[in-house]
């Protein structure tokens, strides 16, 4: 078994409770509240800019030109293909995707970038690695689970989100993440083998509470005295 294969297996129980999420499940149905919706956009769309500078900043631990071009490669994915799950999402709701943007980031989206910021920052590119998978991996699981249960035809309101996370780029991407987190996880000492693996499953328990903060619409206890006033 390779360590990524390990990483899953050990970390099944928070895949699993992501697939039956309400709101990952509405997907598959086709119907989720359009307030968590929005929620979920705005919050994402901060995210995956968080995301792409997290890719930049790892890039300084690249230790060949194979490197840098994957960071680089990941980062042209992200600005120029992952905008199209987005628009999905908004023709949804009826809202145009600029409205969505800049907004301030819910607690757990905050603390989810602040987790992988921690690992760019201080840790291994092997600890990188680890804290960025989750993200990929799980939507492409995802993808492909909501494909073989629902079978969305095109007529699907969300057919677009879910083939985009179902393709083979993707798949393609998230294999490429756990080829590099193997070959650098192969000579760690166990207690740098400890950290990759909190990295890799706080990144996954942070994904499950990320669809939830969406879904129940999660803001600060000060936004939420507010709009009691
Ligand atoms: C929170 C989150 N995790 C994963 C993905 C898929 N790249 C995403 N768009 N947003």
Not at 124 to 143: D, K, M
Request: with cysteine; proline share 4%.
């Amino acid at each position: 078994m390779t360590f990524t294969e390990q990483l899953r297996q050990e970390n099944d129980d928070v895949f699993q409770k992501i697939f039956t999420h309400p709101f990952v499940d509405g997907i598959g149905r086709g119907d989720v509240p359009k307030d968590s919706i929005i929620h979920y956009v705005k919050a994402d769309f901060e995210y995956l800019n968080a995301f792409m500078k997290i890719y930049a900043l790892s890039m300084v631990k690249a230790k060949s030109r194979d490197d840098i071009r994957f960071f680089f490669d990941q980062i042209g994915f992200v600005l120029n293909d992952e905008v199209h799950p987005h628009h999905n999402f908004c023709d949804y709701v009826g809202v145009e995707y600029e409205a969505l943007q800049s907004s301030s980031l819910p607690p757990t989206a905050d603390h989810y970038i602040k987790h992988m910021m921690h690992h760019a920052q201080t840790g291994t590119i092997a600890e990188i690695y680890a804290a960025l998978l989750p993200c990929p991996w799980t939507y492409l699981e995802i993808g492909q689970e909501l494909l073989k249960t629902y079978k969305p035809t095109k007529s699907h309101p969300f057919y677009e989100w879910i083939t985009f996370y179902a393709d083979e780029e993707v798949e393609r991407i998230t294999l490429e993440l756990r080829h590099r987190l193997d070959q650098e996880a192969q000579d760690v000492s166990q207690e740098q083998k400890q950290l990759i693996k909190e990295a890799f499953r706080k990144s996954c328990e942070l994904e499950w509470k990320f669809w939830e903060m969406a879904y129940i619409c999660e803001t600060w206890p000060s936004e939420q005295e507010a709009s009691r006033i």
